[in-house]
């Protein structure tokens, strides 16, 4: 696509004419191990974002979510995620499969500041600690052993921003409704007012009742 009046940035050189070099404290904040401020974080994070990019450079991003403290920390550098059914598609693990990079960030509800763990992952079908991971007697069938590289906290600007936690600025119903986007773009041939009823009350109450 052209864009009158584009100017691109293709080198290094052109990006650090923009954006000096960062100081010494963000420059040196990475880590290779959990601290214990690191593992108080998880445990009380009940969401996170895990982005994954196949070997042809195709992306994806995911999210988890349970329970606060879901992801479990074996030792300062190795940490499991519980994998619950969802849609099927794995796009996630497809990735891994040819490529084990990747990111996470874990978010605290009401927190600004993130923490973003980078590193090399396998998909697990059985482990005796997927006992340790069940919730309302779901079991997960699959996890994400991630064997951390880097890790590091990040500031709160893009939520300060965003004023994400605000209620106020909360508006819902900015969207047409799950059921109208799923009836408009996935699944035309099935009744609004069943999709209504699915994307209900009791779509909440069964998350933890259905298997791959």
Known sequence: MEIPGLVEITSHDEL???????????????RKELHDLDRQWLTASPFCLI?????????DVSPKGDPAGFTKVFDDTTIAIPERAGNRRVDGFTNILSNPHVGLIYFIPGRGDTLRINGRAR???????FDEMIVKGNRPQLALLVEIEEIFHHCSKAFLRSQLWKPETWEPDAMPSRAQISKTLERQ???????????????????YNVKY
Request: net charge negative.
């Open 16 to 30: 650090r004419d923009v954006v000096p070099q960062p100081l010494a404290a963000a420059a040196g904040k990475a």
């Open 51 to 59: 982005a994954t990019s196949a070997a042809d450079g195709s992306c």
């Open 123 to 129: 998909i697990v079908k059985e482990a005796p600690f």
């Open 189 to 207: 041939d099935t009744d609004l007012t069943e999709l209504e009823q699915y994307y209900g009350k009791a779509y909440e109450e069964k998350i």
